[in-house]
């Protein structure tokens, strides 16, 4: 299938504006019964962007995303795609929209290639003597090729995920919203996924992916934004949150107890461990930090300045979670 972004094939989405951002929100919450499931989430996905959505179980991800694709009506608030109010604005939107979100609706007894035929029927913006073609393509481009003819009910998890994945990709898409695509794939599945999103970025498609898998959003994305109970607690691009924590000096040393006494006499704030510190350079550059280790007779192994991995700001944009779980 070709990746060309939509706007340069010249049909699909020529009735659309292309808006600076292709999804928002604004104060967007939703209340089911008793439970805040999403609060005043305002979310920006600027067009081109992967944006990883990223919290821990029950922070809000899928209801957000279910709210993007018009599939829930928020309580209160408002959501934008592509420019268009939605869910009011569903049938100019979703055309233009790929999404795999939990459950897809497969047939058991068709197979896979029967079970896509009939998605792509309902696409509106595929022709249908290009149906075949699309979905051939569709499945050679999610590794399902070789298996198309097998029932859907015979796919195995990972299998299941690649049909929804194929069935979000069957037209060019300007945006495609991806809820835990890695879910039950082994790890060549998970790098084919990062293959195909890696295609779409490049094709200039905005894509937004749910993960509770730091590394992978860390990996994949461009943009982050981190929801903790229902609230979005950072947004950014991936690069600026991660200079925006505080970087820290890692130092191998077996002079532990040594550098630990030099570093509290300083008052410069480190962690200990069995085989160094790790030293936060909030006050202190790490020229100083290791010339007074040195000075005070501590035999640096090696040191080795680090930017504060997603894993990290994670834990403490969640830290309630941490001290709870602790
Ligand atoms: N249909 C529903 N009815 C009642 N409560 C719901 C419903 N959908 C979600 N919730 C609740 O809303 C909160 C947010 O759930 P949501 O599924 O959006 O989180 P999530 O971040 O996607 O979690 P996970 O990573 O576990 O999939 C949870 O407390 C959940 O139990």
Do not use: W
């Not at 939703?30 to 179980?57: C, I, M």
């Not at 015979?154 to 194929?166: C, E, I, P, T, V």
């Not at 191998?252 to 030099?262: I, R």
């Amino acid at each position: 299938m070709s990746t060309e972004p939509l706007a340069a094939t010249g049909v699909v989405g020529a009735e659309l504006s292309a808006p600076a951002l292709a999804a928002r929100t604004s104060g967007l919450r939703k209340v089911y019964g008793r439970t805040v499931a999403v609060d005043s989430v305002d979310l920006e996905v600027p067009q081109g962007a992967v944006l990883g959505l990223l919290g821990p179980n029950g922070s809000g991800k899928t209801t957000t995303i279910r709210m993007l694709l018009g599939l829930t009506r928020p309580t209160t608030g408002s959501v934008e795609l592509l420019g268009v109010p939605m869910p009011d604005g569903a049938d100019r939107a979703l055309p233009h929209v790929g999404a795999l979100v939990e459950g897809p609706g497969f047939h058991p007894f068709l197979s896979g290639r029967e079970n896509l035929r009939r998605c792509a029927a309902a696409e509106p913006l595929l022709p249908t003597g290009g149906i075949s073609k699309a979905v051939d393509d569709a499945l050679e481009r999610v590794g399902l090729a070789h298996a198309a003819t097998r029932r859907f009910k015979a796919y195995s998890l990972g299998m299941k995920q690649r049909l929804g994945l194929a069935a979000a990709l069957l037209v060019p898409r300007r945006l495609v919203v991806l809820d835990e695509p890695t879910n039950g794939l082994d790890p060549s599945g998970t790098r084919e996924i990062r293959g195909v999103m890696a295609d779409l970025h490049a094709a200039g498609t905005t894509v937004v992916v749910s993960s509770h898998l730091l590394a992978e959003v860390e990996a994949t994305c461009t943009h982050v934004a981190v929801l903790h109970q229902g609230t979005a607690v950072a947004q950014g691009e991936l690069s600026e949150l991660l200079e925006a924590g505080t970087p820290t000096l890692t130092v191998s040393t077996e002079d532990v107890q040594l550098a630990v006494d030099t570093l509290r006499e300083n008052r410069i704030p480190f962690r200990s461990a069995v085989d160094g510190v790790r030293v936060e350079l909030t006050g202190a550059s790490p020229q100083q930090v290791v010339e007074k280790l040195v000075l005070a007779g501590v035999g640096v192994r090696e040191a080795r300045r680090e930017r504060t991995g997603l894993e990290e700001l994670f834990a403490r944009l969640t830290e309630a979670d941490v001290r709870e779980g602790s």
